[in-house]
């Protein structure tokens, strides 16, 4: 049997719930193509994330760990990855989307410049005379305009509703702006879940990466309230923790989260007696989140990773180097445009070359990014 796009079509009308977005019912791309034969509109979007070039440089993109420091450590691909099999559970949980709610988590870190938030920062500071710098706007830009795989069209093309699902793309670390995407509706539910999801896998898995580094000791989770949740409904006490009892223990944490997060967003969704997609995103507050007890338990875990993970001196001092690297490397390329690759030149009659330099940085990876350096300022090193 042969499942075309409009068996595939149908089949997704009987999961789906009202309130989630139908791919049938997609208000379409800017460039109007032939839709392929054998996949929805949202499956093709995903495939289109997953061969872009910058899908594949999040590979050796900070998550907190340079990528040097460890073959173990979460990147900025493997966390995507990771956000989009937690937003997949929950949608198909909740009766939302799976397609679309996995493209645009595959898709909401696409425009992270190197070196973590760290770099995000720097960047910021150097274009503030310029537009600023905020990775959700430079994931738009990067499929509305910087991936150049087609001849008719600039950028992906990809459907209004995953565009608004990265504009709308809201998390304690990212906030939007959605002035050309309904800034006056919410993300629809798929949006939604993918903002849940991120956070649940960042606070998860820095935590694991965290135990595993020694920056975090059992000793030092004494008394936090996840932990103390986690750990006895797993049965372990102990000093030293294994390996094995690590993975059991992220394991269940990420299994009780999501749990909360379906548990207390049906809720809301049957107080709220939404009924339509445009029903919820008119809602004056989001419905898939978790329940109250549980933000305070996230919000204790985040306070103490802030405290003693991303202040830690380690990944503190890296910071100090990410930010002076991707700073000599903005003014050096200014003051100099000659130094950029012929490709990067290219734009310059078409945009500022700030925004080109920008643009350029953004898309480097840790490696490059630090290669690049040592080839410009180490006298040693050829060009």
Known sequence: MIFSREELERKESEFVAPYGVLSRNSRGRRYPEDEPDYRTIFQRDRDRVLHTTAFRRLEY???????????????????????????????????????????????????HPPFGHSGETILNQLMQDHGGFDHNKQSLRI??????????????????????????????????DATDFNPELRGHLEAQIANVADELAYTAHDLDDGLRS?????????????????????????????????HRIIRRLIGLAVTDVVKASHERLITSGVDSVLAL??????????????QQRNRQLKDFLF?????????????????????????????????????????VDGEPLERIVCDYLAGMTDRFATEEYRKLFDPIILP
């Open 307 to 347: 405290a003693n993970l991303y202040r830690h001196h380690r990944v503190v001092r890296m910071q100090v180097k990410a930010e002076r690297i991707i700073r000599d490397l903005f003014h050096a390329y200014l003051e100099e445009p000659d130094i950029l690759p012929d490709h990067i030149k290219a734009r």
């Open 143 to 176: 499929v509305t305009k910087l991936e150049e795989r087609y001849p008719d069209y600039p950028g992906l093309n990809l459907t209004w509703e995953v565009l608004e699902g990265i504009v709308k793309h809201e998390t304690e670390y990212d906030i939007s």
């Open 281 to 294: 995103q008119s809602l004056p507050y989001n419905v898939v989140a978790p329940s109250e007890k549980m």
């Open 214 to 246: 020694g920056m975090i000791t059992v000793q030092m989770l004494d008394g936090l309230d996840w932990w103390e949740l986690v750990t006895e409904s797993v049965g372990w006490k102990g000093d030293t923790l294994e390996q094995l009892d690590r």
């Open 61 to 111: 993109k900070t998550q907190v760990f340079i990528n040097f420091e460890g073959d173990y450590y979460r990147t900025r691909l493997t966390h995507t990855l990771e956000v989009a099999q937690i937003g997949r559970t929950i949608a198909r949980a909740l009766g939302g989307n799976e397609d679309l709610t996995e493209t645009i988590c595959l898709a909401h870190d696409l425009g």
